[in-house]
């Protein structure tokens, strides 16, 4: 089922803890994490109606969802990223890429939002969609506010280190010069599953001797 945002920290509604929580990409999976609708960190006003996810957008975290197994044949942890222009056409694609390029800075969403700008020939991507299979982290929920994105579309929910609703709502913040709408849990199960495999696998694999 295609849904919808998740509310800004201080909008009022009943909190029901999460069904399907994923953790952060450097850990395994938790169950623990902050109730729908509430965030961690400083708030700022209310959010206003909620958006709702498109056919579009479920089309274009397929997309995502591609790059994001893609990764795992380097290593990398499965998240996956494209950006969508005005006209539905993908700009950039991008996929976790820390173990293949030895980059700490190499996301799926930084990957994809700098082909996207080289793309379109400017850092503004003011029509564009970013689209990506798990929460923004801190530094990735920067990026978006830095390259005006007005939309945000995500899969799974990190309740460990998201930026955009869970530990943070930076993207939403009001003190910032630029502000993103936010649609969460599209294709949620099929992005929780992919990092959940990921992570028993690493898990269940023998470790070197010393």
């Not at 206003?48 to 056919?55: D, E, L, N, Q």
């Not at 290593?75 to 890429?97: F, I, S, Y």
């Not at 003011?126 to 830095?146: H, K, Y």
């Amino acid at each position: 089922m295609l849904a919808g945002v998740r509310p800004h920290p201080d909008a009022e509604r009943d909190a029901e803890p999460d069904a399907d929580p994923v953790a952060d990409p450097d850990a395994a999976p938790d169950a623990s994490g902050p109730a729908p609708g509430r965030a961690a960190g400083p708030s700022t006003g209310r959010a206003s109606r909620a958006p709702f996810a498109t056919a579009a957008d479920a089309a274009a975290m397929a997309e995502a969802l591609v790059e994001a197994r893609a990764a795992l044949l380097t290593g990398d942890v499965p998240v996956g990223a494209v950006v969508v222009g005005p006209g539905g056409e993908v700009l950039g694609r991008g996929r976790n890429r820390r173990e293949a390029d030895g980059d700490p800075t190499a996301h799926a969403e930084v990957v994809a939002l700098r082909e996207a700008a080289r793309a379109v020939g400017e850092w503004r991507l003011e029509r564009c969609t970013l689209v990506v299979t798990l929460e923004p982290c801190l530094m990735c929920a920067g990026a978006v506010v830095a390259a005006r994105v007005p939309r945000l579309v995500l899969g799974a929910w990190d309740p460990k280190a998201g930026a955009c609703g869970s530990q943070w709502d930076v993207v939403r913040d009001r003190r910032l010069h630029h502000r993103v709408e936010v649609v969460g849990g599209v294709r949620e199960e099929e992005s929780a599953a992919v990092l959940r495999a990921f992570f028993a696998e690493h898990r269940a694999a023998p470790t070197s001797p010393p």
